[in-house]
T-cell receptor
Framework: NAGVTQTPKFQVLKTGQSMTLQCAQD?????MSWYRQDPGMGLRLIHY???????DQGEVPNGYNVSRSTTEDFPLRLLSAAPSQTSVYFC??????????FGPGTRLTVT | EDKVVQSPLSLVVHEGDTVTLNCSYE??????LLWYKQEKKAPTFLFML????IEKKSGRLSSILDKKELFSILNITATQTGDSAVYLC?????????FGTGTSLTVIP
């Protein structure tokens, strides 16, 4: 099993550009989520999904879109990048009420 | 508003010391509490607690949950430099995981 994979590992964007962060898991987990981590702020939930076709907003959803067309994939789209979106992004997956498995993270810089 | 608060924010100890990290929570639908260790990369799972008063133990690390007082502690005995990390507490409510801001532990040789 590859677990949770994320691509890319690093990305630099200019303000206003759009991009998609990819996340995939091969553990047949129903629950997937996206977090951003900023210094002193811990992990903040952006969006999550409890199964294919179902997504919901977390604590900081503005500026981000998600979709869940398959159990395996949960891409995060930045619509128009802003410097405030400079952060480290983690994708995670789990079975219901179980521990989350985290991907390796994507370090995004918006200039 | 659901929230998880960890204390202290940071801690510096000498090798061999014992440390206690705290996590308190206020959530509307508690299902479980989880502890993670993060060392400059993705968080790695330590414990999941669902029942009060039952200690989970793994080597020098242990954790316990008090559902009446709404808190958990993570103990690390005989600390080593490899224990230096950020320790994250999270509470699962049935649809979301809420994370605290973490406790940064530094162990000095």
């Amino acid at each position: 099993n590859a677990g949770v994979t994320q691509t890319p590992k690093f990305q630099v964007l200019k303000t206003g550009q759009s991009m998609t962060l990819q996340c995939a898991q091969d553990m047949n987990h129903e629950y997937m989520s996206w977090y951003r981590q900023d210094p002193g702020m811990g992990l903040r939930l952006i969006h999550y999904s409890v199964g294919a076709g179902i997504t919901d907003q977390g604590e900081v959803p503005n500026g981000y879109n998600v979709s869940r067309s398959t159990t395996e994939d949960f891409p995060l789209r930045l619509l128009s990048a802003a410097p405030s979106q400079t952060s480290v992004y983690f994708c995670a997956s789990s079975l219901p009420s179980a521990k989350q498995y985290f991907g390796p993270g994507t370090r995004l810089t918006v200039t | 508003e659901d929230k998880v608060v960890q204390s202290p924010l940071s801690l510096v100890v000498h090798e061999g010391d014992t440390v206690t990290l705290n996590c308190s929570y206020e959530v509307t639908n508690f299902r479980s509490l989880l502890w993670y260790k993060q060392e400059k990369k993705a968080p790695t799972f330590l414990f999941m607690l669902t029942s009060s008063g039952i200690e989970k133990k793994s080597g020098r690390l242990s954790s316990i949950l008090d559902k009446k007082e709404l808190f958990s502690i993570l103990n690390i005995t005989a600390t080593q430099t490899g224990d230096s990390a950020v320790y994250l507490c999270a509470v699962y409510t049935g649809n979301q995981f809420y994370f605290g801001t973490g406790t940064s532990l530094t162990v000095i040789p």
